[in-house]
C-alpha cells in the first residue's frame, strides 16, 4: 500500500534537471509533495488531484498519470536550495483521508 | 504568525520513563496528527484527531497516547511501552480533512526524542 518512489537517491551538479516519480498499487485520489531538509518538518510543495491538470510552481512541477496510478515531480535549472529529501504522500480512495507516505528520494544539487 | 509548534526540540528520557511531546497550532485547523519518522524512512502515522475530543489510532499507535480536549493543542505521550522510541516525531494538522478536495497537511518543526 506505501506509494513506492523512484530513483532513491540523486546527485545533481547545479542547473541539471531531475524527475523524482511516486507509484502506488491502488487506485490514486490525490499525490502530495514535500520537501524535507534534514532535521526540519517537510515543507508542503503542491497537491495533484485525480483528473487535475499539471501544478507547477518556478521550476518545480509535476503531474498525476490516473492510469498508471502515478506521480511524477520535475525539477528543472536545478538549485542548491533544492536539495533535501522529497516525499510523495498520497491519498487512496475509501482510506478516509489518511496519507501514506513513500520512502523519499534523496536529492543533492553540487556546484 | 500562524503555524505550528512544537516544544522541545531535543527531549531525552531514561528507558521506563513516560515522555510527553507538546503541539500547538493556531491556524484554526481541525484536524492534527502524529507522525514518527526513522532516518531512512518515511513517515508513519501514529495518532490522528479530526475533532475536538475525537481521535483516531493511526498504523502505529501502541505504546502512545494522545489527548484532545482543545483545538489547538494535540500533545503525544510516549510511555514506557513503547518498545522503541528513539526516534523524530513530527505533528501536522490541516484545516478541512472531511471536505471534497484533498487537505493540506502543515508540519511542525519536530522533536527528537531520544532514549537513554
Known amino acids: 500500500q506505501q506509494p513506492v518512489q523512484s530513483p532513491q537517491a540523486v546527485i545533481l551538479r547545479e542547473g541539471e534537471d531531475a524527475v523524482i516519480n511516486c507509484s502506488s498499487s491502488?487506485?490514486?485520489?490525490?499525490v502530495h509533495w514535500y520537501r524535507q531538509k534534514h532535521g526540519e518538518a517537510p515543507v508542503f510543495l503542491m497537491i495533484l488531484l485525480k483528473g487535475g491538470e499539471q501544478k507547477g510552481h518556478e521550476k518545480i512541477s509535476a503531474s498525476f498519470n490516473e492510469k498508471k496510478q502515478q506521480s511524477s515531480l520535475y525539477l528543472t535549472a536545478s538549485q542548491l536550495s533544492y536539495s533535501g529529501t522529497y516525499f510523495c504522500?498520497?491519498?487512496?480512495?475509501?482510506?478516509?483521508?489518511?496519507?501514506?507516505w513513500g520512502l523519499g528520494t534523496s536529492l543533492a544539487v553540487n556546484p | 504568525d500562524g503555524g505550528i509548534t512544537q516544544s522541545p526540540k531535543y527531549l531525552f528520557r531514561k528507558e521506563g520513563q513516560n515522555v510527553t511531546l507538546s503541539c500547538e497550532q493556531n491556524l484554526n485547523h481541525d484536524a492534527m496528527y502524529w507522525y514518527r519518522q526513522d532516518p531512512g524512512q518515511g513517515l508513519r502515522l501514529i495518532y490522528y484527531?479530526?475533532?475536538?475530543?475525537?481521535?483516531q489510532k493511526g498504523d502505529i499507535a501502541e505504546g502512545y497516547s494522545v489527548s484532545r480536549e482543545k483545538k489547538e493543542s494535540f500533545p503525544l505521550t510516549v510511555t514506557s511501552a513503547q518498545k522503541n522510541p528513539t526516534a523524530f516525531y513530527l505533528c501536522a494538522s490541516s484545516t478541512n480533512p472531511q471536505g471534497s478536495i484533498p487537505d493540506t497537511q502543515y508540519f511542525g518543526p519536530g522533536t527528537r526524542l531520544t532514549v537513554l
Open positions: 484527531s479530526q475533532i475536538v475530543n475525537d481521535f
Open positions: 491502488k487506485a490514486l485520489y490525490s
Open positions: 504522500g498520497t491519498e487512496n480512495a475509501g482510506n478516509n483521508r489518511k496519507l501514506i
